[in-house]
Every structure is written in structure tokens, then in C-alpha cells.
């Protein structure tokens, strides 16, 4: 599914990723762990196509196509979906309408058509409740005043409603109180299917006892330094970043 | 020296300039060498139906300054009035309406301008409200870009009324909406909103002066504005606090997005005070669209052409539901994202 390959990207001219190699195929959950600064957040963005990013070498494909090539908007119509660490504040655009019109932007995109709004409104109805969301919140300007947790809730809320075949998690625990993270992870493994697959940043172990992974990478100093199965992780949490940190 | 006076002798040093301080950026003097010859009449039952002619129980059309109006509101009487400025042509022309309201009268003024040609219209309004009546006026100014007008309301509040104003311009080659009011406080209570989306080259200046000449008046003041391309945009907002009128609470924002190196906004926010005890406060910004609202949209798969209308159109939206008349505020919304979408 995704295939990242020797990756190198600036920021402001400065190189954070070093040659970052990653397989994700379908059906699997990946977890990439790493210390602050390991270029966790970069790749996210990237993957996504946000400004400032600058690819200087290698690649990255879903599906075989070229992510790159695209604008962020055409990612997204791909099935791309990244749920923000800091999720931004929109405001005067109530939830509903925001998420609305990018549905229907990705379908027309798609060549699909545009759902109308009784079927909108019944499917956010559904998913606000699995997910605990006031439908009340959803009439409310994008994150607007929301708190932290109700920030990523709505993250989670409008990866239900795109149902995107490739899901970046980015930090999506911080904030977020056990009982909250036991919602939203439930909302993330709803999503797990054999034809999606899903890249999990994080910084702690913790997120990931609710999101299972099938492999777990290490990132440090702008690469993979290590992978393995969901063990490497509490190794992790044992024993820190430090020797990973060295090695990179 | 005015537009009227201009237009009436046909003589371009009448016309306000850029040496008149309160005009010095919307020159009409350098702009027009020559004051067109008086428009033709024309016949207004030609034209297709006004943007508010639904929602009123009378609509008034003045085309090219021809049938100046009266409008009158009895004491306690309600009605919604449908008020449209044609120009066609590129003559000149003026208009005068008079609005009188009387003791407890509400009306609601749909006011629409809108034109074909390199016209120069003045419209003047004097609009009059007696003891604790209310008037809500909407304009819509959707003018020809070869066009120049300059509309100027001079409101007087008597105490107990409410006057609440929302303009909304997408301005001309060069555009005024100017609103004098004379504010006697004795709990009077007005809003002077406003709102600008330029494109190409376009102009409009929006310009109030509100005098409180007496204790316990309320002004609120809010405008918004988008400019692209090489369009221009003014705005002027002069409160004044007369010696004396004390408690009153004035309050004016204006808030602009500038949406290429091209465009430019001028804003001159005054508050004159003579007064001790009051609470005036202004706030004026100007800056570009949030990036990173932009890629948040865009990575939720919104095109970048329709992710930042939809943030413009939220930006401006804040003044548009300001609006009492929500027939009107329906039609001004789906206006503005048009415009925003053009």
C-alpha cells in the first residue's frame, strides 16, 4: 500500500529526513516510534504535502502511484488521511459543513457522487454517537474553543466520515484521558480492514496497548534505525530511546 | 464643493479629491476630467425583478436618479421596503430619497445599487427616526466596474430608537457608502456594519461619522473585508463624543484580508472624545488568510480554490449574521459566496 523509499526532506533548509524507508501494505497497523525531534511529525507531513516540506531526494507511493506528485487535496481524494497532533481551529465553519464539503469535494474528485444531506446528516448522526460526540458540538465552528481531547475526538469523527484507505495517526493520544483514548481507539479500530492500512506516530507506548500494531519502527535522526513486532515497543518503554538515539 | 454639486453644474472641480482629507483616498477629482452629460431616463418596468423585490411589501426603483422617493413609516406601523438604485448608461445623475419613521414605526430598508456602464450616480438619503423607532437597513451594492457612485445617508436618531446598518459592496471603478449620524444618545442604540469583497481592480470606501451628542448612547461597529487582484479598499470610522455626553459605549472593529501583494487597504479608525466618562474601543487588523487552516482543509481533501473561499466566506460571516432580517441575511449570504467564488 504505502512504499517510502530513501526519503530525505528539509525544512528551512535543514535536513530531518535522512533516507527514511518504510512498507506499509494493506491490512496492517505500523507503529513508528522515536525521541523528540527524530522528524515523527515531518513525515506526517510530507506523506501529506504540507508547505515547507521540501522532498530533495527518494520517494513515496500508494498504490504504486506517486503521493508526491500530488497537491494535499489530492492526497486526501486518494484516500489519505492524517488526524493532526495540534488540530486547527476554524473558525465560522460549522463541523458539519467543513466535513461536508470535503466529502463531497473527495467524491467528486473520485467521480463519485456527492452524497446529500439527509444521508449526511443520518451517517454523522451514527458515527457522532459510537464516537460519544454531542451532535450539538458538530454545529459548532471546527474545533473552536474545543479541548484538547474534543480536538482529537473530532479528528477521529471526521476519519469516520471520510473512511480514508490510509490513516496517519500523529500523536493522536496526547490529551487525551484513558477514558477518551478508549473511545478513540475503538473509532480507529472500526476503521481496520484488509484493504487499509495505518501509520501510527507516537511517543509513548501507551496508545498502542488500544491500537494493536503489526510492526513497530524506530525512527532516529531523520531514519529507521530499527523494526520489529509489537514486543519492540515495551522494549521501548523499558528501556527508552537512548542506544537508538546513539546509534542514529 | 460635493458630487452633488458637481453632477448639477457639470463642473469637475466641484468633485472632491485627494487635497480633501476626508476624500484623500478616494480622489474622484483626479479620476473624472470631465462630469458626464445628465443620464437619459429609462424606463424601469423593463427590468428584471431586484434582489430583494420578495421579501418587501413595496419596492421603490430610482433609475438614473429619476423617481426620488419618499419613504414613510406611521407611528407603530411595520414594513419592509424595497429600495433599488439602476444607473444604465454612462451619463451622470442624482438622487434624493427622504426616510421619515415616526413615534414606534419599524422598517427594514432592502437597499440595492446596481448598474451597466461608466455611469457617476449620487444617491443622498436623509433618513429620520422619531422616539423608539427601528430601522434596519441593508445595502447591497453590486455596481458596474466602470462605474462611479457615491451613496451618503445622513441619519438622525431621536433617544429610544435603534438604527442598524449592514453595507455590503463588492465596489466599482470608484465607490463611496457613506453614513452621518447624528446620535442624541438617551439610550438610542446603533449598529453600523459593513462588509467589502474586491476583486480586479475595484474600489470601495466605506466611510461613517457618528456624533453622540448626549449621555447613554450605544455605537457598534463592525466591517469586514477581503481584497485580491490590484482591488483597493477604505475605510474610515470617525466616532465622536461630544463634551458632556458621558456613558456612552462605542465600540469599532474593522478587520480586513488582503489576498495578493497587489491589493491594498487603507483604514483610519478615529475616536474623538470629549467626554469623561466613556467607553469607546477600537480594533483594526489586516492580514492574510491562516496557511495552516488552508492545508488543514486541503489535507481533508477542499481544493485550495474552494478551501479558502470557504474560510473567507466564514471570515466575512461574522458581520453577515448580524443581521435581523433573515431573508435578507440569506440573500446577502448566498451573495458573498458567490462573489467569493467568482
Same mark, same amino acid.
Given at each position: 500500500?504505502?512504499? &517510502?523509499s530513501?526519503?530525505h526532506?528539509t ?6 529526513? *535522512? ?15 522515536g ?5 515523527k ?5 510530507v ?9 530533495? #531526494? ?17 492526497? #486526501? ?15 465560522? &465553519?460549522?463541523?458539519?459543513?467543513f ?8 467524491r *467528486?474528485?473520485?467521480g463519485?457522487?456527492?452524497v ?13 454517537a459510537?464516537l ?6 458538530? *454545529?459548532?465552528?471546527?474545533?473552536v ?6 480536538? *482529537?475526538?473530532m ?16 500523536e493522536?493520544?496526547s ?24 501509520? &501510527?506516530i507516537?511517543?509513548?507506548q501507551?496508545?498502542?496497548?488500544y ?19 509489537p514486543?519492540l #515497543?515495551?522494549?521501548l ?12 | 464643493?460635493?458630487?452633488?454639486s458637481?453632477?448639477?453644474?457639470r ?19 483626479g ?9 437619459a ?14 421579501l ?5 426603483v ?8 419618499? =419613504? ?25 430619497i427622504?426616510?421619515?419613521v ?9 437597499e440595492?445599487y446596481?448598474?451597466?456602464g461608466?455611469?457617476l ?6 433618513i429620520?427616526?422619531?422616539k423608539?423607532?427601528?430601522v ?33 459592496t463588492?465596489g466599482a ?7 452621518v ?23 470601495a470606501?466605506?466611510?461613517? =461619522? ?25 475605510f474610515?470610522?470617525? =466616532? =465622536? ?21 497587489r ?5 483610519k479608525?478615529?475616536?474623538e ?6 467607553a469607546?474601543a ?39 449574521d448580524?443581521i ?10 448566498a ?5 467569493l467564488?467568482?
Amino acid at each position: 500500500m504505502l512504499s &517510502v523509499s530513501n526519503l530525505h526532506a528539509t525544512v528551512d533548509d535543514k535536513e530531518i529526513l *535522512k533516507g527514511l524507508s518504510l512498507d506499509v501494505p494493506a491490512g496492517e497497523v505500523h507503529a513508528i516510534m522515536g525521541p523528540n525531534g527524530a522528524g515523527k511529525s515531518t513525515l506526517s507531513y510530507v506523506l501529506t504535502g504540507r508547505q515547507g516540506y521540501e522532498v530533495t #531526494a527518494g520517494g513515496a507511493t500508494l498504490d504504486g502511484e506517486d503521493l508526491l506528485a500530488l497537491e494535499p487535496n489530492e492526497r #486526501a481524494a486518494k484516500g489519505v488521511f492524517l488526524s493532526f497532533q495540534y488540530p486547527l481551529e476554524i473558525p465560522g &465553519v460549522p463541523a458539519l459543513t467543513f466535513i461536508r464539503t470535503a466529502l463531497n469535494a473527495q467524491r *467528486k474528485a473520485r467521480g463519485e457522487p456527492e452524497v446529500t444531506a439527509p444521508e449526511f446528516l443520518k451517517l454523522a448522526r451514527a458515527k457522532a454517537a459510537e464516537l460519544k460526540i454531542d451532535f450539538d458540538m458538530l *454545529k459548532r465552528a471546527l474545533n473552536v474553543g474545543f479541548s484538547g481531547g474534543e480536538k *482529537k475526538r473530532m479528528e477521529i469523527f471526521q476519519m469516520a466520515m471520510l473512511s480514508p484507505r490510509f490513516l496517519i495517526l500523529d500523536e493522536t493520544d496526547s490529551g487525551l484521558d484513558i477514558d477518551a483514548l478508549r473511545i478513540v481507539a475503538d473509532g480507529v479500530n472500526a476503521l481496520r480492514s484488509p484493504d487499509r492500512a495505518m501509520l &501510527v506516530i507516537t511517543h509513548y507506548q501507551r496508545l498502542l496497548d488500544y491500537i494493536k500494531p503489526d510492526r513497530v519502527h524506530v525512527l532516529a535522526g531523520g531514519r529507521i534505525v530499527a523494526s520489529g513486532g509489537p514486543d519492540l #515497543a515495551h522494549e521501548l518503554e523499558r528501556e527508552g530511546y537512548d542506544k537508538y538515539a546513539r546509534a542514529a | 464643493m460635493s458630487v452633488l454639486s458637481a453632477i448639477r453644474t457639470r463642473d469637475a472641480a466641484e468633485l472632491p479629491g485627494k487635497r480633501d482629507e476626508a476624500w484623500r483616498w478616494t480622489d474622484l477629482r483626479g479620476l473624472i476630467r470631465q462630469v458626464p452629460e445628465a443620464s437619459a431616463a429609462f424606463d424601469p418596468s423593463s427590468l428584471r425583478a431586484g434582489p430583494f423585490d420578495a421579501l418587501a411589501d413595496e419596492v421603490i426603483v430610482v433609475a438614473n436618479g429619476q423617481g426620488a422617493a419618499h =419613504i414613510g413609516v406611521e407611528p407603530g406601523e411595520t414594513k419592509v421596503v424595497a429600495l433599488r438604485i439602476v444607473s444604465r448608461g454612462d451619463g451622470a445623475h442624482a438622487a434624493r430619497i427622504s426616510v421619515d419613521v415616526e413615534v414606534s414605526g419599524r422598517l427594514t430598508i432592502l437597499e440595492s445599487y446596481e448598474g451597466e456602464g461608466a455611469y457617476l450616480g449620487q444617491t443622498g438619503l436623509a433618513i429620520s427616526l422619531a422616539k423608539d423607532a427601528a430601522v434596519e437597513r441593508i445595502v447591497l451594492a453590486a455596481d458596474d466596474a466602470d462605474g462611479v457612485t457615491v451613496s451618503q445617508a445622513e441619519v438622525d436618531l431621536a433617544p429610544g430608537s435603534s438604527f442598524a446598518q449592514t453595507a455590503l459592496t463588492s465596489g466599482a471603478r470608484r465607490q463611496r457608502i457613506e453614513t452621518v449620524v447624528r446620535h442624541p444618545g438617551g439610550h438610542a442604540d446603533l449598529r453600523l456594519d459593513g462588509v467589502y469583497l474586491l476583486a480586479d481592480r475595484r474600489h470601495a470606501d466605506l466611510t461613517t =461619522i457618528v456624533t453622540h451628542s448626549a449621555v447613554d448612547g450605544v455605537t457598534q461597529q463592525l466591517t469586514k473585508g477581503v481584497v485580491r487582484d490590484q482591488a483597493r479598499a477604505v475605510f474610515q470610522g470617525k =466616532i =465622536i463624543v461630544a463634551e458632556g455626553a458621558d456613558r456612552t459605549d462605542a465600540r469599532m472593529g474593522h478587520h480586513a484580508l488582503i489576498l495578493s501583494d497587489r491589493a491594498e487597504v487603507d483604514a483610519k479608525p478615529e475616536l474623538e472624545i470629549y467626554a469623561d466618562d466613556v467607553a469607546c474601543a477600537h480594533g483594526n487588523t489586516v492580514g492574510a488568510l491562516d496557511e495552516d487552516a488552508l492545508f488543514y482543509a486541503r489535507q481533508r481533501g477542499i481544493p485550495e480554490p474552494e478551501a479558502r473561499a470557504l474560510l473567507t466566506e466564514a471570515f466575512i460571516g461574522e458581520v453577515v449574521d448580524r443581521i435581523l432580517h433573515g431573508g435578507a441575511r440569506d440573500i446577502v449570504r448566498a451573495w458573498s459566496a458567490e462573489r467569493l467564488r467568482a
